[in-house]
Each structure stands twice: as C-alpha cells, then as structure tokens.
C-alpha cells in the first residue's frame, strides 16, 4: 500500500468527493461520532474495495479521514464532530453507490 505522503490526491467531486469540511480550529473525538456511522462506513469503503483512515496532518494541525481509492489517497479535513459526521455520511453514500 503506498505511503500517504507519495499519494497523489484527488480532487474534490472524485470518488468520495474530499476536501473541507467546516472552518479551523475546533478538536474532533471520533469517540463522539456513532459506532453505527463509523460501522457503516468501513463496510461501504471496504466493499467497494477502498480503504479508510482517521488520524490529523503530519505536523498535528487538522483531523481527517483518509480514504485510499484507486490508488490515490483522498482526504477530508475536519473541524468539529459535526464535520466529521457530515464527512462520514457523504463518504457512506459513496461507497455504497460503488458496491456493484
């Protein structure tokens, strides 16, 4: 699997369409977000043979959500809890769409 750091990106609107979501600033607790929403979205990515990842940025300044597709590693920048429910949903649907 190649490193994120050698990944190309993909622009936002590919795949699972990452970018920002929401301003800067604010922590995120994945602790806080549903254990059916973060369930569902495993499913949906590894089903359509993807790959997902949470951590923050190499220098620790914001959270995201990785998502390895095609090769490539797509990522969604978060602010808050909300964010990162907004960003897991969309990212959700994707994969399900992608599941033939």
């Not at 979501?21 to 059916?36: K, M």
């Not at 809890?81 to 990212?91: F, G, H, S, T, V």
């Amino acid at each position: 699997m190649p490193s994120s750091r050698n990944s190309p990106k993909l622009k936002s609107g590919t795949r699972y369409g990452g970018g920002t979501h929401g301003g800067a600033g604010r922590t995120v607790s994945y602790g806080e977000i549903p254990g059916d929403l973060l369930h569902r979205v495993i499913i949906a990515v590894t089903g359509a043979g993807d790959a997902v990842t949470f951590g923050r940025t190499s220098e620790r300044g914001a959270y995201y959500i990785g998502v390895l597709a095609d090769g490539a590693l797509e990522r969604f920048y978060l602010d808050s809890c909300e964010a990162a429910q907004d960003a897991l949903r969309d990212i959700a649907e994707a994969g399900e769409a992608l599941i033939v």
